[in-house]
């Protein structure tokens, strides 16, 4: 059956997430639904500790939430419920669902140089792309502003801006349906930021990416997101397009977002 053009790529309805011994939990996620439509991104922006980066984590199953549903609608696939398949199943799919961290050196291995760490998805997953290997580990470093020389090098001989685009290439290395990124310039300097978020940018308009994008800064989310959905304690309080919600905020959180975040100096063209 066709689920129609409209049909989310990604939802998740009713999301709880807690944490702490029975009758004492903390709810870190409170009843969060949300959907992801193909070839979009959709900006998830809160404070520090408002819950942006658990969500994340329940959407790619890297933990388990203590309620809800995650239903994925995989290209030429049948609709599935992420809570119920097999880990077989779960193992699968992971090849669709990738995700860039915050830290950009914490994400990588300091024992494997960048061909290792490149060329892990492929053998993880048993594939092998029609120009081999060795051909998309430099495809992939050519998409993401780095040369052929990386590859012999480990990951502290280079700088923060690098490292996170070595992640970059690692998350897109198996060409997934689904890109978190996981306030993926908050630990850098602000013009190297700015040009990891020209770099995402350029991404999403040269392969249709399909992104969650998480952040506090609410002119990075004027700048890459299609949609914007606010978070506040655990709750999205406030969704809309990034026009709606950053040019016409109703909540007086997203207000306050709005007017605690400078802007980014990146590309506007």
């Not at 639904?33 to 199953?61: C, H, N, Y």
Request: net charge neutral.
């Amino acid at each position: 059956m066709s689920l129609g053009p409209q049909a989310p790529l990604l939802s998740a309805t009713n999301l709880i997430k807690d944490y702490g011994a029975p009758g004492r939990d903390v709810r870190v996620v409170d009843h969060v639904s949300l959907q992801l439509f193909r070839g979009e991104t959709l900006g998830l922006v809160g404070e520090s500790g408002s819950g942006k980066s658990t969500v994340a984590r329940l959407l790619l199953r890297l933990i388990e939430p203590t309620a809800g549903q995650i239903l994925y609608r995989p290209a030429g696939g049948h609709e599935l419920d992420l809570l119920n398949v097999t880990p077989r199943e779960m193992r699968r799919l992971r090849r669709k669902l990738a995700i860039v961290f915050q830290d950009p050196y914490a994400a990588l291995d300091p024992r494997m140089t960048v061909r290792q760490t490149l060329a892990e998805p492929f053998a993880i997953h048993g594939e092998r792309p029609p120009q081999g290997v060795e051909g998309r580990l430099l495809e992939l470093l050519e998409e993401v502003g780095l040369d052929a020389s990386t590859l012999q090098r480990y990951p502290h001989e280079f700088s923060g801006g690098q490292r996170q685009r070595i992640n970059i290439a690692r998350a897109l290395a198996l060409r997934p349906e689904i890109l978190v990124l996981d306030e993926p310039v908050s630990a850098l300097d602000v013009s190297v930021g700015a040009q990891v978020i020209n770099l995402l940018r350029d991404l999403q308009t040269r392969y249709g990416l399909t992104c969650l994008f998480i952040s506090h800064g609410m002119p990075l989310v004027r700048y890459l997101c299609d949609r914007v959905a606010v978070m506040q304690h655990g709750r999205i309080v406030e969704t809309g397009t990034w026009s709606e919600v950053c040019e016409h905020p109703r909540e007086a959180y997203t207000q306050q977002l709005l007017a605690a975040t400078p802007e980014l100096p990146v590309n506007s063209e």
